[in-house]
């Protein structure tokens, strides 16, 4: 396995079939046809004496070996193409890239059509929405299938860079005329109401409710689901109070039967954070794209 009888070029088209997971989508985003890309892979695999990837569906899944590979060969690969990044501005207006950004669902509602508008002079930027494990969000920035993720503040490795991107206010969400909408919301008619909590745990208080037991108060829920938008749902058609992110409630109520109001007593902000890996920050595609969605938040 001499490294003088091996392309180095080979390296960058394993890479991008690694992250891609397709030899189609690698021959998308390599510029070269699917067979040229068929038979890079052909001699990387007489190269290793290993086949690298094995189809399951869809999916081109690695070999151990290649995941082995991957996590030696992807630091030399990193300085290497941060090393020619410094020679190559990015010109947004001509050349091509796909953002692979790692979002949950309410934060896909809040996010997408602003950063899609303020896409539109670049038609030839695309945008791929991603819902990642909270615990593999960290592996897919490094292995440069994520190029940002954007979440509530979690803890990560040193590898990893973050910055607050927003911070959103929690609200109460609640039918026209329920009872609860028709004085202040007191803490008294908050906690006498019964309650939908969103979660993706299937156990545990959420935000809310160690908000509230700080204050020595505890609310019923009789509902417990995972997406908001079915939680704003039954708050719209039930007597339920929905606690939730403002943003998210301001576009449910330009759309529903329904009222947002100031939650009584002391609630969190929920803050949102902005992800990526420090290997890539000095790419300038991904520079320039950083600071766009900084000033989406800020206009």
């Known amino acids: 396995m001499a490294l003088n009888r091996l392309d180095l070029n080979l390296l960058h088209v394993f890479d991008t079939i690694y992250r891609e997971g397709s030899l189609t989508r690698a021959a998308k985003a390599l510029h070269l046809t699917q067979p040229a890309v068929s038979h890079s892979l052909a001699r990387l695999r007489d190269h290793f004496d290993d086949p690298l990837f094995t189809r399951q569906g869809n999916q081109m899944v690695p070999t151990p070996l290649a995941r082995r590979f991957l996590e030696s060969m992807r630091p030399g690969l990193n300085q290497v193409q941060s090393a020619v990044n410094q020679f190559h501005a990015f010109d947004p207006a001509s050349q091509r890239k796909t953002y692979a950004l790692g979002l949950r669902d309410v934060l896909e509602s809040t996010f997408l059509p602003s950063l899609i508008n303020r896409l539109e002079p670049y038609p030839d930027m695309e945008i791929s929405s991603q819902r990642v494990a909270r615990r593999e969000m960290e592996t897919q920035l490094a292995a440069g299938k994520l190029d940002f993720a954007i979440d509530v ?147």
């Open 153 to 299: 503040l979690l803890p990560v490795s040193n590898q990893t860079s973050h910055e607050l991107l927003r911070q959103d206010r929690l609200v109460v969400l609640a039918r026209k005329n329920h009872p609860a909408t028709q004085k202040e919301l007191t803490m008294e008619s908050y906690l006498e109401a019964k309650h939908v909590l969103v979660s993706s745990r299937s156990e545990g208080p959420g935000l809310e409710d160690f908000a509230l037991s700080r204050q020595g108060a505890q609310r019923d829920i009789r509902l417990r689901c995972q997406h908001y938008y079915a939680a704003c749902r039954v708050a719209e058609t039930s007597d339920l109070l929905l606690t939730m992110p403002e943003t998210y409630a301001k576009i449910i109520a330009e759309r529903a039967e329904v009222e947002v109001m100031i939650p009584p007593g002391e609630m969190p902000s929920i803050d949102v954070h902005l992800y990526w890996h420090k290997a890539y920050e000095r790419e300038p595609a991904l520079v320039w794209f950083r600071e766009l969605l900084r000033d989406l938040q800020e206009s």
